[in-house]
């Protein structure tokens, strides 16, 4: 709960902040490349397990050094060993390119870690075309060949579902008092209505594909 506040403060919003403690659960290693980074270092790096030899790379077309709708990755094939696809694909109108880019230029042991937003408000960025289902992301990546596909919706349920809607027009005092009781409101929810859980109220999906 600590930790919640102190990302609260931060004046990050519970999608970012249910994300970013989702990151925890992944390791990067070995050649890294973060596809449609942004200009600078996101949140969520603060969040992954890294080793010595993990190195970070960053394409974006705001550093000028790609146009993600329409140019290949400038890498050889099955020469990277991880890719992150974090909040890209719902603004890539062309997201099979990035797929099958991905899917050419990781290693055979190599894995794609990605997230998308479900229930989550507009936002261009600079447009924002795509919801994507379990059922379209595990649809997706078999069509682009990959063998392995892990999918995991993250949020809480219904509660955190709703004020995700609202919290933007809050202010951060309120959100330090309301967010806690309505974590606690799911957890309670959630015991006695199956269909209240994030199964049914995903913020977003996290994946992880593999050759």
């Not at 070995?30 to 970070?56: M, P, W």
Request: proline share 4%; net charge neutral.
């Amino acid at each position: 709960m600590r930790e919640l506040f102190t990302e609260l403060w931060r004046g990050k919003d519970v999608y970012r902040i249910l994300m970013n403690t989702e990151c925890r659960r992944f390791f990067l290693r070995g050649l890294t490349v973060d596809v449609g980074s942004g200009k600078n270092l996101a949140s969520y790096h603060r969040f992954f397990q890294c080793t010595s030899e993990t190195e970070i790379k960053c394409l974006d077309l705001a550093l000028g050094n790609i146009d993600l709708e329409t140019d290949a990755l400038p890498y050889t094939d099955n020469s990277i060993d991880t890719i992150l696809v974090m909040n890209l694909l719902e603004h890539i109108y062309n997201f099979k390119q990035v797929i099958s880019e991905s899917h050419r230029t990781i290693k055979s042991d190599g894995q794609v870690i990605g997230v998308v937003p479900f229930l989550v408000a507009y936002h261009p960025d600079p447009h924002d075309y795509w919801r994507y289902s379990e059922e379209t992301l595990k649809n997706i990546f078999t069509a682009a060949g990959f063998s392995s596909i892990e999918i995991k919706p993250f949020g809480r349920g219904v509660g955190i579902a709703a004020y995700s809607q609202i919290e933007i027009i809050l202010p951060k005092i309120i959100k330090m008092i309301l967010l806690p009781l309505v974590f606690g409101f799911d957890a309670g929810v959630g015991r006695l209505c199956k269909r209240s859980s994030v199964r049914h109220y995903p913020l977003g999906y996290f994946f992880v594909a593999k050759k």
